[in-house]
């Protein structure tokens, strides 16, 4: 059965993308994984570019991806009133740092239900709820400086085939608002065939492979455009920039279960790095009609960021955390930067990661229970590391150990986690971090060249043999690095 998928996917791939050529073989007499192996002639993926097919930050292909087009076309994608504007759900997300009776706002009763913490209200961001960010006289834009390739967050099973992402940066020459912030959509493109499992996907990652193999930097930006917004540059696939790729739910708080989402990484007026994570929510009285509806963009839990309270043994929930995050041991002690995982349960996840203190740093907080199951769990393993080596690993996987606090931190076993551009990965003129260049995107090149070619030569596992809770690139499903 695994066999004859490869084959079919392959084929459905070739019309377009130049990936494999099936034989003169009838795909009904495949009966094994060697037959198909034969029955498959594949350009092998190398040598990809890396700047051509995971990270895009050429001028004149950003130039397509403006801030007004994204929000207009996430907004005329939800189903939602006509009345309802760009400007308009911008300046609502914005209010979600403020504090007030709407529903939504920072100080909103289902929010931070743990007691975990979250500054509310901020004022500096609540100012752009006053800004208009679209027309060309704003004071206050958000102008693309990257995009990026998340083939290898595709979770094994097929579910979805990858997050592909936008970023956006801030530029200002209004004399009240100052600093930086950085707005990324991060949309996971749904598989039109998920009973096929993940190897549905196989004609995205060559898609994008293959940009690697086009010269012509007006021929890749059309590609891309019907990627991102008009669809079925990869047949069968509807454009990644709608509605539905960043967590939409509809009457209901958005969980982590709906893939896809918007994260900020705001510095605004200079005060304090943070970073938000947010799915979008429509609200409707009659979900049949969609004049009845509007769109919002809700602020839920940043994802694999536990509370410090959690590990200080001090809330409620500690005891149940404490067991879940031994059994992570072994993820965190790799013995590659890029191999490091981590997961835990959305309930211990705070709502905001702050990168100038010591949040989750967890090194300094974890209480002496948690402590010593984590010694335990290391003499169990036989392992060189220390207890903090893996405390300062869990904080690695967090937005603001990422972000900045892990930076150039040894973290026993040979492994220093890399540096990152002062609390971002791609900065307002796109330049890229050491982390990225050096580190997270050969491994993602990596993972994409391997799979293409494990499925071309018909080497893949089996689908039984693939954890569904693990992505493609070997991180937990839902994890944000």
């Not at 709820?129 to 990257?146: I, Q, W």
């Not at 970023?167 to 009240?176: F, L």
Request: aromatic share 8%; hydrophobic share 40%.
């Amino acid at each position: 059965m695994r066999a004859n998928l490869v084959f079919s996917v392959c084929l459905v791939s070739a019309a377009s993308i130049a990936g494999c050529v099936a034989s003169s073989d009838d795909a009904g007499e495949i009966e094994s994984i060697d037959d198909a192996a034969q029955a498959l002639v594949c350009s092998e993926a190398s040598g990809t570019d890396v700047q051509r097919s995971l990270v895009i930050t050429d001028p004149e292909i950003l130039s397509r991806f403006s801030f007004e087009r994204t929000m207009d076309q996430i907004r005329t994608s939800a189903g939602v009133r006509a009345s309802e504007t760009s400007a308009g759900i911008f300046q609502q997300w914005m209010r979600t740092f403020g504090s007030s009776d709407a529903a939504g706002d920072c100080n909103d009763s289902r929010i931070d239900r743990e007691g975990y913490g979250l500054a509310c209200p901020r004022g500096p961001e609540l100012k752009l709820a006053s800004v208009d960010p679209f027309p060309s006289t704003s004071l206050v834009k958000f102008n693309p400086v990257g995009l990026f390739n998340r083939f290898d967050l595709a979770p094994s099973n097929g579910a979805h085939c990858g997050e592909f992402r936008i970023v956006y940066a801030m530029s200002t020459a209004d004399p009240n608002i100052s600093g930086r912030a950085f707005i990324i959509f991060e949309g996971a493109l749904a598989n039109p065939t998920p009973e096929q499992g993940v190897n549905a996907c196989l004609p995205v990652a060559q898609f994008w492979q293959d940009l690697s193999n086009d010269d012509d930097v007006a021929s890749r930006a059309y590609k891309l455009e019907q990627f991102y917004f008009t669809g079925y540059a990869v047949p069968g696939f509807g454009p990644i920039v709608q509605a539905s790729s960043y967590g939409l739910a509809t009457n209901k708080v958005p969980g982590p279960s709906i893939p896809g989402q918007i994260r900020t990484n705001f510095f605004v007026d200079f005060a304090e790095w943070h970073l938000r994570e947010f799915k979008l929510r429509r609200r409707c009285s009659d979900t049949a009609d969609a004049s009845t509806c509007a769109l919002f963009v809700d602020h839920v839990t940043v994802k694999t960021n536990p509370a410090d309270e959690v590990f200080e043994g001090t809330h409620e929930n500690s005891a149940a955390f404490e067991s879940a995050f031994i059994r992570q041991v072994g993820n965190l002690s790799a013995q590659k930067a890029n191999d490091i995982k981590m997961k835990t349960g959305d309930l211990y996840n705070e709502f905001e990661s702050v990168s100038m203190v010591d949040d989750v740093v967890y090194a300094n907080t974890a209480g002496p229970v948690i402590r010593q199951k984590i010694a335990d769990r290391l003499v169990a393993r036989n392992s060189p590391l220390t207890v903090d080596n893996i405390l300062n690993r869990a904080t690695t996987q967090t937005c603001a150990g990422c972000h900045l606090l892990s930076d150039g931190q040894d973290l026993g076993g040979g492994v220093t986690w890399p540096n990152s551009l002062f609390f971002v990965q791609i900065d307002e003129a796109s330049q890229l971090s050491e982390a990225l260049t050096g580190t997270f995107l050969p491994g993602r090149k990596e993972v994409l060249e391997k799979f293409i070619n494990d499925r071309c030569d018909g080497t893949a596992p089996a689908a039984s043999l693939v954890d569904d809770e693990l992505t493609i690139g070997g991180s937990p499903t839902g994890s944000p690095n």
